[in-house]
């Protein structure tokens, strides 16, 4: 999605990087022209604008509904879009529904559908039960027309207006007489349910000047309503509104009406159709301001500790080199005593090698995948598309994560490559598929739309064991074909007894507070995104924010392992990845926090869904920050002590 086109020519990087947030629309995405009904003269146009219903979802509940679990009005007779990974994944069950109209047709109060319920039928009494739960924890309804978002629009504090993608089935008035959520001053009767059984939908469309007949649509607005309609069977949209007492036994019908109106807009072009929802955001300026404050603060912290290091390290590396060059040459000290066990292998190389392996195909397919997001492949527009290139990178990035695993067992001294491999292709990736299955079977009984069904598991097992298995093995097997000649004393060196802030356990805690600040802010508006329904769009400062984690973490890293060398203390493998990877322990101190300060989420099956899709996101963070961290530090290692003169 995006805000301006960029030109065809070579663009420069920090361009892209800078302006992706309000970049172009979806490349690949051709418009549809609409044209009314009997002026069809390209093939192109269509006369009808159809609405597609997609899953339903609640800020107080993480499992979302198809449309259909409600007992809407539904249609049977059309074909399911297609949909990708992404949207299985997610949960997003789109369908068609008895919602059509042509273009420039306007319509008033037109019947869709009326539902008879009678409580004394346990079917009925059903239905109606969860509907009213559904009001109860503020399930909103997500439409779509012309592959865009549907949008409620209502002003908010300032004289804003803040422009939704969803829209409530209804609303709740307490016992008390208080109204939740959507409910207005008119509806005051006390425990009790009004439903929102009537749309008023305004279609904007703008003509395409350089065609004789056609226009394309640029907006739809909706503003939903309760009428409890005078006459069931001819809808009037009149009298109060369609209110359901919760302690209600008997007959019930509701009507289900909407009306239609198009507006012509001369503004708002195709390519830019999103903005007017995106700049609607509540507190977007807020949020950049923020998210710029935070890049200017971490890129001077980057800077301080860089000039450090280099100062430092350029003083010592010239002061031992002399040292070598006198002919009475003083004693070593410091970090030059430990280079005969500085790449001696860590206890449990194996498991710290699986690790780098799959925190190295993590890393690519993050920097993959943020990389077409700042194109705008990846928009809103596209649907699930995030998800889809996520998953198919993580498939087709076997061989990195096999060749970085055997390539550093091997150099840690092990001999079975075979048990290394095997490792590499089922213990992480086995202990995220066990904890998502578990939260499906959770789903499962819940009956939410999120639930994967059978043939996807089947699908991703399949691709997982026939695709990444198999690319694993090749690049194990020519990982493992590497030789690493490396120098190490027979006898270990003693390490003599560590201060305070030289051990391990204070570093590591100490060595994940400054990449946790530079991104605690757009952790943020991710998790907002995730489980408050936001939609996510600013790509390109995400991407800069991930550049500053890898360069954070690189020097942070770097700087603690070069402050344990100087105190003669060579273990530094375990402890570069653990001390970048502490990064996840806060991150997840971060996600309680926030789910207990800011979610307004209820009942056990959302909260242990909560946290078990939680606990997946802080492991892979935990793979992926560790192994930046691991890197910069065998960079770091092994270049100062190719650099310095050892005897």
Known sequence: HGRTRPSRGSVLVIFLLLHSATSFYLPGLAPVSFCEPGQAGKENEVPD???????????????????????????????????????????????????????????????????SYNTNKPEDKAHLDFLKKGMLLNYQHHWIVDNMPVTWCYDVEDGQKFCNPGFPIGCYVTEAGRPKDACVSDFKDKDTFYVFNHVDITIHYHVVENEAAGARLVAAKMEPKSYKHTKVEAPDCAGGPMYLNNKFSGELKIGYTYSVQFVEDTHIRWASRWDYILESMPHTNIQWFSIMNSLVIVLFLSGMVAMIMLRTLHKDIARYNQMDSVEDAQEEFGWKLVHGDVFRPPRKGMLLSVFLGSGTQIFIMMFVTLFFACLGFLSPANRGALMTCAVVLWVLLGTPAGY????????????????????????????????????????????SSAAMPFGTLVAILALWFCISVPLTFIGAYFGFKKTHPVRTNQIPRQIPEQSFYTRSLPGIVMGGILPFGCIFIQLFFILNSIWSHQMYYMFGFLFLVFIILVITCSEATILLCYFHLCAED??????????????????????????????????????????????IMALIFFLFTGTIGFFACFWFVTKIYSVVKVD
């Open 570 to 615: 060579y273990h530094w493998q375990w402890r570069s990845f653990l001390t970048s990877g502490f990064t996840a322990v806060y991150f997840l101190v971060y996600a309680i926090h926030y789910f207990f300060s800011k979610l307004q989420i209820t009942g056990l099956a959302s909260t242990i869904l909560y946290f078990g899709y939680t606990m």
């Open 404 to 447: 970085v695993a055997a390539r550093f067992y091997k150099s840690f001294g092990g001999e079975k490559w075979k048990t290394n491999v095997l490792l590499t292709c089922f213990l992480c990736p086995g202990v995220v598929f066990a904890d998502f299955f578990v939260m499906n079977l959770i789903l499962w009984g819940e009956g």
């Open 49 to 115: 604008c159809k609405i597609f219903v997609n899953r339903l979802d609640s800020v107080e509940s993480v499992l979302p509904y198809e449309y259909t679990a409600f007992d809407f009005c539904a249609i049977d007779s059309e074909k399911r879009p297609s949909e990708n990974l992404g949207q299985v994944l997610f949960g997003e069950r789109i369908e068609p529904s008895p919602y059509k109209f042509e273009f420039k047709k306007k319509v008033d109060c037109k019947p869709v559908c009326t539902k």
